[in-house]
């Protein structure tokens, strides 16, 4: 058995707990939380110079996309940017494995304990397997073509059943997928945990209320003709199961009324931002004042898009730009992140729990202890 104890602890379930000390055993089941190191048995307290939190859950990654880093265009816009990625997806195969590898140690060392991670192949899969972190892979498919929504529909089914576990079949975004595949999607997920990027350049609801703005200017050369009259949010969520739960990715561009929309609609939402993402391709960053931060977790994106996979990182741009307190921040790294992707046993550190445990010195550099 080990008692941890610093300058405070943040079991996220309950109040921070100054000088408190975690009861946890050799292998990361707490036991019990002290209020007091006064309760626990003298001399066994190992003392921390910071504070302890859980590890941390990055809920949106793509570690496919690893070998990407400093490759594509900075604060140039999204359509600019998603037109370049295929290019660059061409690589040798054992240089995108180098990189996905490097990546995953690189979270680790972050204190990262759980990912929520995009796969549009099985580049990752083997991975992910091996790994000592937790990934729920979302395969992402997207086809603005209906007459070729069945065969993309199935060729995901087919990378599904050899993914790693757990997983769900989820389409990219609202502007490139077809009605069609987001009809097959909806029928194979009600009640699993989605993801969709949604709402990460302004022009996504320019196109889909107006059909106008640089994404449709984008899109036009694909056939694109789903003019909804409506915002991007409200137009995938209608094609999307209030029975599962949504993750909805970015949300840079997001209204006070659309996460009013979904409340008003008995949607289950998790709002996933990435802030530094957004600063890299967008320079901008959502409204945090609008969503509720209890609904509200936290990504890396992926390296093609940020020069780290760092929680901590993507925290200090919150910090910045937010009243929350530490107690909220780190919510939103642990609790909300492992809540939004089903991980029942991270997050907190509730009795029965396993959910890592970082330190965190100055909210400067973070460490992973056990
Ligand atoms: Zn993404």
Redesign the pocket.
């Known amino acids: 058995m080990r008692y941890l104890s610093a300058n405070y602890i943040f079991p996220l379930h309950i109040n921070p707990i100054k000088e408190g000390v975690i009861e946890i055993t050799e292998k990361g089941e707490i036991v019990s939380i002290f209020k007091s190191r006064t309760k626990a048995p003298t001399g066994k307290i190992e003392i921390f110079d910071g504070v302890l939190c859980p590890s941390f859950v990055n809920a ?1 990654c ?1 570690l496919e996309l690893s070998h990407l880093k400093d490759l594509l265009p900075k604060k140039t816009g999204l359509p600019d940017f998603i037109s370049k990625v295929p290019e660059k997806r061409n690589v040798e195969m054992s240089d995108i494995k180098k990189a996905m590898k490097e990546a995953d140690t690189l979270m680790q060392k972050n204190g990262i304990i759980a990912v929520g991670d ?1 796969s549009n192949t099985n580049h990752s899969f083997v991975i992910k397997e091996e790994s000592e972190i937790a990934y729920h892979t979302f395969v992402e498919i997207l086809s603005l073509d209906k007459d070729k929504a069945e065969v993309v529909f199935n060729k995901g089914l087919e990378l599904l059943k050899n993914c790693p576990k757990p997983n769900s079949i989820v389409p990219h975004a609202t502007y490139s997928v077809s009605p069609k595949l987001f009809s097959l999607l909806k029928e194979e997920n009600n009640g699993k945990i989605v993801s969709i ?1 949604n709402q990460e350049t302004k022009s996504e609801d320019e196109l889909f209320t107006n059909q106008s703005g640089d994404l449709y200017e984008f899109l036009k050369k694909f056939g694109w003709e789903n003019q909804s009259g409506i915002s991007a949010l409200q137009t995938s969520l209608l094609q999307m199961s209030k029975k599962s739960q949504i993750i909805l ?1 970015h949300n840079t561009f997001t209204s006070h009324q659309d996460v009013k929309w979904t409340k008003e609609n008995n949607y289950s939402i998790y709002w996933c931002t990435c802030p530094k993402a957004n600063l890299c391709i967008e320079n901008s960053l959502p409204d945090y004042s609008i969503f509720d931060p209890e609904k509200l977790c936290i990504g890396t ?2 390296l093609a898009s940020n020069s780290t996979l760092s929680i901590l990182e993507e925290l200090k741009v919150l910090k910045e730009n937010t009243d929350f307190d530490l107690n909220t921040l780190l919510k939103i790294a642990c609790k909300n992140g492992a809540e939004a992707l089903g991980f029942k046993d991270l997050g907190t550190f509730e009795t029965g729990k396993t959910p890592g445990v970082n330190l965190i010195k100055n909210f400067h550099e973070v460490k992973r202890i056990l």
């Open positions: 949106h793509h995009i990027h990715v994106d992926s």
